[in-house]
DNA sequence: GCTACAAGCTGTAGTAACTACAGGATCAAG
DNA sequence: CTTGATCCTGTAGTTACTACAGCTTGTAGC
């Protein structure tokens, strides 16, 4: 054993191919404070056991799902304070409110794509309406989207 | 008439007002090529037409449901270039089948929300379900939504 | 016509949430 | 014991806004 690694640790590239996540994002996440600071090797290495990854995930997958960091800082820290049931449902609640709006605005946008496209299909009319079909007020709603990521490249 | 503005003009403040879009937006729309330069007053004051509304809305509706700067800028410029129906048909199949991800994307969050909520709201256990269900993979997706933004004040 | 004061102008800086890169150290295989 | 992959740190760049400072313009009331 030359380096303190033990069985089962990871690193932080193995971390971030077994959470399908980008290397550096981790690290941001570190020093966010949304990750604690892991353990080390010798030589000044990250060692992550199996629980890093779960919360690693969870993030993620939050941020994917629309939660802000700080929302899913505050989720974070419901279940790091052993889990206050009501606080969850109030954020899932409040969450679920706008996925609905969202899906209702898309399931919209889908039928004037669809006719748009059937339309350009049909017949090849020069007159293309599409920026006044989709500039319709199609309901008011606050959005809650987290920044576009790119393709997720590991390196 | 001491500023050259005519009736159905719309200064900055106003178009945000009718858009309900951050004043700062526009202008950065501006900047960034996705709404043409609007004629001035003479102390140079940008004057909007309705079509700058239409525009505009379009913009930050798309934002809202997941486009990129860029694809709205795509989908503008089908419309700017008189509609070649032929394009319009590509890209609006093309963001069709984006859509229906998102949608299907949404509809799981909806579910895994409104079980974890229904969980929480049934059972005050000490144990809340919503860390394991979200750090359960629930299959891959490239994520493509935009960058969460502010709660949309006015000012 | 004069005076407030709101609203607009420009340029620039700040923010969120990453993502990439440079230049060096470490680790594991051969 | 060397070599190439991986990791380290700090810093800079990216996207899509958002805010601010300092000045100019527009307009309502007197």
Sequence with gaps: MTSG???GDLR??????????NLETIRYYETIGLIPHPPRSEGRHRL???AHINRLRFILRGRELGFSIDEIR????IEDSG???SDVY???TQHLVQVKRKIADLRRLERILASTAAACARDASPECP???ALSARMGTQKPTMPRR???RSRQ
Excluded at 12 to 21: F, K, Q, T, V
Excluded at 74 to 77: F, T
């Design 5 to 7: 690694l033990n069985q």
């Design 12 to 21: 932080r590239g193995e971390l971030a191919r077994e959470a399908d996540c």
């Design 48 to 50: 992550y056991g199996r």
């Design 74 to 77: 505050a989720l974070l820290a």
């Design 83 to 85: 889990g206050a049931c």
């Design 90 to 92: 109030a954020l899932t």
């Design 130 to 132: 599409i920026i006044e």
């Design 149 to 151: 990521r790119g393709a």
